[in-house]
């Protein structure tokens, strides 16, 4: 019987790095646009991006659309980082300042309540110098299978 020693915690860590890692490889959206998934811990996520020329629209700033994909991506690694499929069930976005050209957009989520098969995450979007970016609040919903499966 474990009793809640230390042990548990780098176990949780070790199927959310494995759950994350076993993700990226089927996640060609995410690799297309660039994407790096830096960290995934128990019900986080931290996902980058560089803001490539391609990804500007035509006033100069970062599409919302691929700001928001970022953001629903460190949702998604995030989410599933427990084991279980999880899907998002529903998601909002505020966009706060523009991203420009050149930009490093770093997104951040944080699980802040989950029970049952429903959650709720927060991530916030910022660039190199810090500037919150964005926030996307999101609700998932986990589905039948995990992602610890072949």
Excluded at 103 to 119: F, H, Y
Aim: hydrophobic share 40%; aromatic share 4%.
């Amino acid at each position: 019987m474990n009793n809640g020693s230390p042990k548990v915690l780098p176990d949780l860590i070790e199927r959310a790095r494995q759950v994350g890692a076993k993700l990226y490889q089927g996640d060609r959206a995410s690799q297309a646009l660039g994407m790096r998934v830096l960290d995934t811990t128990p019900g986080c996520a931290r996902v980058a991006m560089h803001v490539r020329s391609d990804m500007v629209n035509g006033q100069r700033v970062c599409h919302g659309g691929l700001i928001f994909t970022l953001a629903d991506s460190a949702f998604a690694y995030a989410c599933n980082s427990h084991g279980p499929n999880t899907l998002a069930a529903a998601a909002s976005i505020d966009f706060l300042v523009p991203a420009r050209e050149g930009d490093e957009l770093t997104a951040r989520a944080s699980e802040l309540w989950r029970s049952g098969r429903s959650g709720l995450y927060e991530v916030e979007v910022t660039n190199q110098r810090g500037e919150r970016i964005a926030l996307l609040r999101g609700r998932s919903h986990q589905v039948a299978g995990s992602n610890l499966e072949p």
